[in-house]
């Protein structure tokens, strides 16, 4: 019976030992600290963004005539985008649906304007303009490859905590699944915002 105990606690031990292992506990905090760098990637891209608009607005401005409603739903747009803040501790499915949605309604509100651009060929020809639409596109070029470096590093981590005998140590020390971005429908791609001045 005592060789029995022995037994069990050496077990015990050695299961104690794989969770605290480069394979277990430590592996986990690796990847949410992964998780965390890629977000805060994420975020710069985001508020990279955020940054253009103030100029972008200003110069749209100048334009004779220009659509007072499109660029005020662009101003709001961009406000509640920057409101909405989101820890990487926090990352449910609940919350990032919230982010995202703040962020798709400035993505929208920049579409509408950029459509409205169009109009105004005086106002695409504008170095100035020109060069906000190559900084833009560049940025949401980022955004993309940031969200998906960001997905990646997710997919890792929840694969990792789900795992044998890892779930026994996510489970006691309280390591949760993080959730993705999700991709709407035609958003496999970063919005195309291109609309510098067309030749003739």
């Given amino acids: 019976m005592n060789i029995r105990k022995q037994i069990m606690a050496a077990l ?3 299961v104690l030992a794989t969770g605290f292992s480069g394979c277990g ?17 994420v975020e710069n891209q985001y508020q990279r963004r955020a940054d253009l608009i103030p100029n972008l607005v200003e110069t749209v401005k100048g334009a004779a005539d220009f659509e007072k409603g499109t660029l005020e739903s662009v101003i709001e747009a961009r406000s ?8 990487a501790n926090d990352l449910t499915e609940e919350n990032l649906a919230k982010f995202q ?4 309604q400035l ?5 509408r304007l950029m459509v409205v651009v169009e109009r105004y060929p005086e106002l695409k020809a504008t170095q100035a303009f020109q060069d906000l639409m190559v900084q833009l596109e560049g940025t949401e ?6 969200r998906k470096n960001f ?19 996510a489970s006691l ?18 919005p195309k915002v291109d609309f510098g001045a067309k030749k003739e």
Avoid at 101 to 104: C, E, V
């Fill in 101 to 104: 949605a703040a962020q798709d």
């Fill in 12 to 14: 015990a031990i050695l």
């Fill in 25 to 41: 506990y430590n592996g986990m905090v690796n990847r949410e600290e992964a998780i965390d760098g890629k977000w805060a990637q």
């Fill in 151 to 169: 997905n990646d590093a997710v997919l890792d981590y929840n694969a990792f905590i789900r795992r044998f005998p890892n779930n026994i140590t």
């Fill in 107 to 111: 993505s929208g509100a920049l579409s």
């Fill in 141 to 146: 070029n980022r955004i993309s490859v940031e």
């Fill in 80 to 87: 509640n985008a920057t409101s909405v803040k989101l820890d």
């Fill in 173 to 190: 020390f309280g390591f949760e699944k993080k959730a993705y971005f999700k991709s709407q429908e035609g958003a496999d791609t970063a």
